[in-house]
């Protein structure tokens, strides 16, 4: 059974700290992982995709992976209040589905 | 660009009825997810279909529910009959096969009473 690993949370975090979020995966030979955030009340958005070991960054976000340890993570510079959501952790192989953990819920307080 | 498109947006229904769930995916995907979120069980996929075939639909709970997708632009989820246990969100997603970037439609809230 594919599984996807979060710690559910909640995670608190003061206004301009690093947010760090993890994940790990049982799949492995999972091939694209993501990162969607999903604000109460409303559906899921992709904000960060990797597909290789190493770090990817985009703006304030910077994604990890490292497929040896099946570990996936997100950080989150200059955390904000608008950060607070839940970060859901997806993982996939070509032509399947996303499987997503269950979320880690991040509060970000001013 | 629409978006995923997914109705109705709220379901009220007695336990019991059959309920429809629709979705109409962004034009030119050609895969299709749906997915159920709960509290306890998190986002969990049912079903998903690549050119209108399902290809897993080993995540569809009991045979109360069934899904399909006529056409390239329509796919339904109906559960009959329900049950109080199926009140959750149900999502809708699509994308290209094997793209890398999955779009949720706004979700059905489904409440059985």
């Known amino acids: 059974q594919k599984e996807v690993e979060q710690n559910s949370g909640p995670l608190s975090v003061p206004e301009g700290a690093i947010a760090s979020l993890n994940c790990t995966y049982s799949?492995?030979?999972?091939?694209?992982f993501f990162w969607y955030r999903q604000y109460s009340g409303k559906s899921p958005e992709l904000i960060m995709s990797i597909y290789s070991n190493g770090d990817k960054e985009d703006g304030r976000f910077t994604a990890q992976l490292n497929k040896a340890s099946q570990y996936v993570s997100l950080l989150i510079r200059d955390s904000q209040p608008s950060d607070s959501a839940t970060y859901l952790c997806a993982v996939t192989r070509a032509g399947t589905a996303l499987i997503f953990g269950k979320g880690t819920t991040l509060s970000v307080s001013s | 660009d629409a978006g995923v498109i997914q109705s109705p947006r709220h379901e009220v229904t007695e336990m019991g009825q059959e309920v429809t769930l629709r979705c109409k995916p962004i034009s030119g995907h050609n895969s299709l997810f749906w997915y159920r979120q709960t509290m306890m069980r998190g986002l969990e996929l049912l079903i998903y279909f690549n050119n209108n075939v399902p290809i897993d639909d080993s995540g569809m709970p009991e045979d109360r529910f069934s899904a399909k997708m006529p056409n390239a632009s329509f796919s339904t989820l109906k559960i009959q009959p329900s049950e109080p246990r199926d009140s959750a969100v149900y999502f809708c997603?699509?994308?290209?096969?094997?793209?890398?970037?999955?779009?949720f439609g706004q979700g059905t809230r489904l409440t059985v009473v």
């Open positions: 997603a699509s994308t290209v096969v094997g793209g890398t970037e999955a779009f």
């Open positions: 799949d492995r030979v999972s091939q694209s």
